[in-house]
């Protein structure tokens, strides 16, 4: 089994808000450093995108890439890749926990492997850097209510 990164942050606000801003791909190159464009594929039967295509430009790695996503329940969801051109696999989550008062704790994990060699703890570190800042933005963007 791949190793994982993962990193959590609270957010002064309720688990359906953040949901909310996470479900909302049109709006991720708003407050997504890394994706530059965001087109929802394909739909399920509730509305929520089962398959998006995303363009990535992460300085040295540049993507164009489609992720399947899985909803669970109203707190929960995971993706895993469809097509790349940079990479072999990816997979990820976004988990919601109520945190009281209003807050929700998010935690973000991911696994991504590249087509080209990089020593793992290289992959790790950039792994962490893409989880933080995806987090700083998700917190930036549900607490700004924009």
Do not use: C, N
């Not at 995108?49 to 329940?73: C, F, H, N, P, S």
Request: aromatic letters at 6%.
């Amino acid at each position: 089994m791949a190793e994982h990164t993962s990193s959590s942050i609270t957010i002064e606000a309720a688990p359906a808000d953040v949901m909310g801003v996470i479900a909302d791909f049109a709006r991720y190159p708003d407050w997504t450093g890394e994706v530059k464009e965001a087109e929802v594929l394909k739909t399920d039967d509730q509305g929520r995108a089962e398959q998006v295509r995303l363009v990535m430009d992460a300085g040295a790695i540049k993507d164009d890439q489609v992720l399947g996503y899985t909803w669970t329940g109203e707190h929960e969801v995971s993706w895993t890749l469809v097509k790349s051109q940079m990479l072999r696999s990816l997979d990820g989550s976004y988990i919601l926990k109520p945190a009281g008062a209003g807050s929700t704790e998010v935690t973000y994990q991911l696994t991504v492997d590249v087509k080209i060699p990089m020593l793992g703890m290289i992959k790790r570190k950039a792994e962490k850097v893409i989880i933080d800042r995806a987090l700083a933005g998700l917190k930036k963007r549900v607490e700004s209510g924009k």
